[in-house]
């Protein structure tokens, strides 16, 4: 049986309902585009063997089809079968999964993953979320599923049910509510083709403790550019909410809102629009978690500038830099441009 994409309203089914992860699974089987907790943010999914459905997702986020997507598995075991693990993925796939790092490895899963999923590359993105909604509807469905964060080109991440309808409602078939995602920044991603694993994108698990179990440092990508084409999340303006950043501030011009950290008051903050504290208690973790909420309230309450005080650069902190610094780039003039 086959669904039509888009549907004229999103169904939300609450994860824990009787059926719903089974009707989500359903759904996935027949083409259609369903939205899911992960333990990083919602992703969209479909089915990553289905060209249409694939077809409909990159036609419902507005995303252009040369970007590839991550394949997510119910296990490790599933992820093996889809890629060549070299003894550097193998490390960081038993000792990481399931959790939030995707592995970049060359594709050997034949027809489970389609070429238009991957954009055609001969190398494949594979994670195993660590979320329990996320792994259910995995096993129920078989096979992988591909999603890409569940926001329509261009905005930031969706760390809640609500967030996906905001961007997506009546493009997709349904969203999988299981709450507010822990993490709260995308996965890591680590390129494990060549000799040196390298990091194409920071994110919910720390660069020190890939660095540690793989008993070496990770390599950067040797320009911005070198990443840029084939992982768009490094592409400069992304992540955006519509009102312009100021980062690292050490004073607050009236009328900004201030999004501080671990209780920093910069001068200034009386003529605030707004406070937000992402983690008075200066927990990087709790501060990820938060961000992209943070970004959507503050868009959604009309300020039109934020002004973001230094966090620290260590552990989840190097991911936040980088979002953040993504969200403060020069902007494309056309919102639809895809990015
Ligand atoms: O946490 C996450 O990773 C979320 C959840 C839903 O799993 N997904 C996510 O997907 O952030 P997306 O599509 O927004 O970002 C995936 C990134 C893109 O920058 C894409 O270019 C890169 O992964 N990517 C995927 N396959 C790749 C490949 N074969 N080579 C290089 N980069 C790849
Ligand atoms: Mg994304």
């Known amino acids: ?55 409909a997702l990159y036609a419902a986020k507005g995303r252009p089809a040369f970007n590839p997507l991550i394949a997510h598995t119910a296990d490790a ?14 490390r960081l796939a038993e000792r990481f999964w399931p959790g939030p790092l995707t592995l970049i490895v060359p594709f050997t899963g034949g ?3 389609c070429d238009l999923a991957r954009a055609g590359l001969d190398t494949v993105g594979l994670r195993v979320p660590s979320h329990p909604d996320a792994r259910a509807l995995l096993a129920a469905f078989g096979g992988a599923v591909v999603a890409p964060s569940a926001n329509r080109s261009g905005h930031v991440s969706p760390t809640e049910a609500g967030h996906v309808m905001d961007d997506l409602a009546g493009r997709i078939h349904a969203v999988l509510d299981g709450g507010p995602t822990p993490v709260g ?21 720390a660069r020190e403790a890939i660095e540690a179990a793989l008993g ?27 009102a312009a950043l100021r980062l690292d501030v050490d004073a607050v ?17 009386e003529a605030a629009a707004t406070v937000l504290d992402l983690s008075p208690a200066g927990s990087l973790t709790e ?6 909420g943070a970004l959507r309230g ?19 902190g190097e991911a936040i830099a980088d979002r953040l610094a993504r969200a403060a780039a020069p902007r494309p003039s056309d919102p639809e441009m895809p990015q």
Request: aromatic share 4%; charged share 20%; hydrophobic share 50%.
């Open 1 to 55: 049986m086959a669904v039509s994409a888009p549907e004229r309203s999103t169904r939300l089914l609450a994860a824990h309902a009787p059926g719903a992860v089974e009707e989500a699974a359903r759904l996935l089987a027949a083409g259609g585009l369903v939205a899911f907790p992960t333990e990083t943010v919602y992703g969209l999914g479909a089915d990553a063997a289905n060209p249409d459905a694939v077809a």
């Open 77 to 90: 075991a599933a992820a093996r079968r889809l890629g060549a693990f070299n003894a550097d993925a193998a």
């Open 111 to 113: 027809e489970g993953v």
């Open 185 to 205: 920044v995308e996965s890591t991603i680590v390129d494990c083709t060549g000799a040196d694993p390298v990091l194409l994108r920071p994110g919910g698990l």
């Open 216 to 242: 070496r440092p990770l390599r950067l990508p040797m320009s911005e550019s070198d990443a840029a084409p084939l992982s768009p999340g490094r592409l400069a303006s992304h992540y955006a909410p519509r």
């Open 253 to 269: 011009e009236p009328g900004e809102a201030l999004v501080t950290f671990a209780g920093a008051r910069p001068p200034g903050i």
């Open 287 to 292: 501060a990820a978690a938060r961000l992209y």
């Open 298 to 316: 503050l868009d959604a309450s009309g300020v039109s500038a934020i002004a973001i005080v230094p966090l620290p650069r260590d552990g989840l």
